[in-house]
């Protein structure tokens, strides 16, 4: 995932509140971190009253769980969505999901905005936790589904096992804010699946 739209020249004030608010935990959230953003650059960046920001979002977690489940929704994750693609075979959805995200030099990779809200909350956000991990288990379910489209004679282990990968890439570029280990992922992948499926698979 790459930055999200800049909500710094959002309407000040009026209807739209709440959507300015998620847009700025958003971008906030997911370039600064969930700790390091405090409620009043959520309020500034919005162009919010505290009484408008807590109508809507009684507490800074309440903003954390909703900014989340929008993923789920709204705005799913650019790399997971790869896997609903009409245009692609089974094998090219398992491997589209491996295409490095572009960014600009300016802007860190930051990766799965679950999986760092999960880090940062240590254990103290238990529903974040399980927004989390019911997501992960979907994106599981998913890609494992989409192996038994491709053909697989063991879609579960060739599912959960592109899905470590697919994890694991996100996590090291994310800490090395180099977005190059995704080759190495797809290189990984596309030998599973000329195990599982055939050279051509991925064709």
């Known amino acids: 995932m790459g930055a999200t739209t800049s909500a710094a020249g959002a ?3 009026g209807r739209g509140a709440r959507e300015r608010i998620l847009r700025a935990a958003e971008e906030l959230f997911y370039t600064r971190g969930i700790h390091a953003t405090g409620v009043a650059a959520l309020m500034q960046a919005a162009h919010v ?3 408008t920001f807590y109508a809507h979002f009684p507490t800074k977690n309440a903003l954390v769980e909703e900014y989340l489940r929008r993923f789920e929704s709204e705005r799913p994750i ?3 969505a790869q896997l609903e693609r009409a245009d692609l075979t089974p094998a090219q959805r398992l491997l ?3 295409t490095p ?5 300016a802007t860190p990779f930051r990766g799965c905005p679950f999986h760092n809200a999960v880090i940062e909350g240590a254990g103290e956000l ?3 936790a399980r927004l ?3 997501h992960k288990q979907a994106f599981r379910d998913r890609v494992v589904a989409t192996a038994a489209e491709a053909g697989a004679s063991d879609p579960q282990a060739l599912g959960r096992q592109l899905a470590v990968i697919f994890e694991g890439a996100n996590a090291l570029a994310a800490s090395c804010n180099d977005n190059r280990v995704f080759s190495d992922a797809r290189q990984a992948a596309e030998a599973l699946l000329d195990v599982a499926l055939g050279p051509a ?3």
């Open 101 to 105: 995200v572009e960014t600009d030099s």
């Open 11 to 13: 309407t000040r004030g």
């Open 132 to 134: 989390a991990q019911r």
């Open 96 to 98: 589209a999901i491996f």
């Open 126 to 128: 238990p529903e974040v």
């Open 49 to 51: 009253s505290p009484r």
């Open 201 to 203: 698979a991925g064709e």
């Open 78 to 80: 650019a790399a997971e």
